[in-house]
């Protein structure tokens, strides 16, 4: 049975006028928290596409990159934006809903911020009500500010990255425990990881470009320690 069968499944409750925010409160334990998961990205998606005021074909691309949506699931993965778009709920509402479906695991609520962050810059740019919506998600879920810069940093067009804020770390620090963080991040960036943590194996190819990012700040501030 595919996501978007499960998903369309756990949303049969709206045909009776209940919002989409409540759904997630019957979504607590697995496997149904991956489909949690999805709707949580897509929902909140559909609520920062309001922030610009456009939905752009790039951001839809996107959808299909973080969940790799095959075409006869298309409808499916509209109805949810769709239905998202349209609700009265508030996206704050939305993200302290979610952020109590998944409580303390700061993980799941940084992969979920990862896909957000992976949608808004699909059109090659960057708006300030974007930017100013994810502060606020990340606020809501108690992200701290290293967690949330590092994120961003990995994300955000511009100057290039500095190496350390996408670790996470202080340059003052050891070398010794910068690998050690470096290394964190790499086992908890792993598919298996990723799933065990809820998400479907349809998003998890948002890793890819978080290793990438993570390897290459390791290199670098490697490369700074041996000159």
């Known amino acids: ?22 759904v997630f ?9 991956s489909v949690a998961f999805a709707i949580a990205v ?14 752009t ?43 109590r479906m998944f409580g303390d695991q700061t993980d799941v609520l940084c992969d979920l911020m990862e896909g957000l962050f992976h949608i808004a810059l699909a059109d090659g740019g960057f708006h300030p009500a974007e930017d100013e919506f994810l502060e606020t998600v990340a606020r809501i879920f108690d992200l701290d500010e290293t967690r949330f ?9 511009g100057a290039v990255p500095d190496p350390y804020a996408v670790l996470g770390v202080d340059p003052d620090m050891p070398l010794t425990e910068i690998r050690r963080v470096w290394r964190g991040l790499v086992r908890d960036s792993h598919p298996d990881r990723m799933i065990a943590r809820g998400l479907p194996e349809e998003a998890v190819k948002m890793s890819e470009k978080r290793l990438v ?5 390791w290199e670098d501030i490697s490369a700074r320690h041996a000159a």
């Open 1 to 22: 049975m595919s996501i978007w069968t499960r998903i369309s499944e756990a949303l049969a409750a709206l045909a009776g006028g209940e919002g989409l925010g409540a």
């Open 25 to 33: 409160d019957r979504l607590r334990t697995p496997p149904e928290r």
């Open 42 to 55: 897509i929902a909140l998606s559909a609520k920062m596409a309001k922030a610009d005021g456009l939905v």
């Open 57 to 99: 074909r790039a951001e839809v691309t996107a959808f299909r990159e973080v969940f790799h949506i095959a075409p006869e699931d298309e409808a499916g993965a509209a109805r949810v934006f769709n239905l998202a778009r349209q609700d009265v709920a508030g996206y704050e509402e939305y993200a302290r809903r979610i952020k």
């Open 149 to 157: 810069r590092a994120i961003r940093s990995r994300y955000v067009p």
């Open 213 to 217: 990012a993570i390897n290459e700040a």
